[in-house]
């Protein structure tokens, strides 16, 4: 593979790399949603003085695993973004430069360098991906286990306010 076609694949490999970032971004997203509704609509049934009891627990539980959830999906939304060092692609690289300086090493690139720092934004951005996906997994895995507490909590507090006399 010459030189060029080298640079043209790894070019097109960033970009199919690149392309996966809204995938998890909307899944995260989708998450976001559904565990920000799931508390409001726990806290929205709670009682304002609810006596300590035994059948707080699956509010506590559900509360607990929807709040380990969302902190995945802040681990999510602001992954390490360390690395690529003296990168001339990459972004928080370039932004610590002055525009001179940055003109002056793009222009400085040799091909082989350039194909360098492709692959290492493909191998970089491949890292942040891949923590963003385990991050939306984990908060999946935290929102499933928390919906029978959920649902026990909700018809608990719907009994609940059921029984108090108006």
């Not at 909307?26 to 409001?40: E, I, P, Q, R």
């Not at 300590?52 to 995945?72: E, K, N, R």
Request: glycine letters at 2%; proline letters at 4%.
């Amino acid at each position: 593979m010459t030189q060029p076609d080298k640079i043209a694949a790894a070019r097109d490999q960033l970009n199919r790399t690149l392309a996966f970032f809204p995938r998890v971004d909307t899944k995260a997203s989708v998450l976001l949603a559904v565990d920000t509704s799931m508390l409001a609509f726990l806290t929205s049934k709670a009682a304002p003085s609810v006596s300590v009891s035994w059948l707080l627990l699956p509010i506590a539980i559900a509360a607990c695993l929807l709040a380990f959830g969302l902190w995945h999906l802040y681990r999510e939304a602001f992954p390490a973004l360390d690395g690529g060092e003296e990168s001339n692609i990459y972004f928080r690289e370039i932004s610590k430069r002055t525009e001179a300086k940055y003109v002056e090493a793009w222009t400085k690139m040799s091909e082989s360098d350039y194909l360098n720092d492709l692959l290492g934004q493909v191998w970089r951005n491949s890292h942040i991906l891949t923590d963003k996906f385990n991050h939306v997994r984990i908060a999946f895995n935290y929102l499933a286990l928390a919906i029978a507490p959920w649902l026990i909590a909700i018809a608990w507090l719907s009994w609940n306010a059921a029984q108090v006399p108006k």
